[in-house]
Nanobody, 124 residues
Framework: QAQLVESGGGSVQAGGSLRLSCVATSNSYMINCMAWFRQVPGKEREGVATINRFGTTSYADSVKGRFTISRDNSKNTLYLQMNSLEPEDTATYYC??????????????????WGQGTQVTASS
């Protein structure tokens, strides 16, 4: 079992920044691949960024150059630095993890463990 707890969401003006964190309580192998997803009511959940234990990352085209995913393996913590936020980034953001190292990309939808979500709102 793994428990994932997100924090750091909030409301900002367009152009602002936020940093999300996700602390995992689990055996380390359960979080080999970690990801951030987001969802707007009535729409499908969208993969935002992924990172595996060795630091290999992938990003959705919509956030490339603005968002940075990182992790601290010693703290079992995942981060998402979000800069130049746009109203279109408004969503509930979820942390997710899976035991696999590969594949670990935003094209993958199957993750074993999920956090409860944190709301991010960027207003114009």
């Amino acid at each position: 079992q793994a428990q994932l707890v997100e924090s750091g969401g909030g409301s900002v003006q367009a152009g602002g920044s936020l940093r999300l964190s996700c602390v995992a309580t689990s055996n380390s192998y359960m979080i080999n691949c970690m990801a951030w997803f987001r969802q707007v009511p009535g729409k499908e959940r969208e993969g935002v960024a992924t990172i595996n234990r060795f630091g290999t990352t992938s990003y959705a085209d919509s956030v490339k150059g603005r968002f940075t995913i990182s992790r601290d393996n010693s703290k079992n913590t995942l981060y998402l630095q979000m800069n130049s936020l746009e109203p279109e980034d408004t969503a509930t953001y979820y942390c997710a993890s899976a035991p696999r190292i590969l594949p670990c990309s935003v094209r993958e939808k199957t993750f074993t463990y999920w956090g409860q979500g944190t709301q991010v709102t960027a207003s114009s």
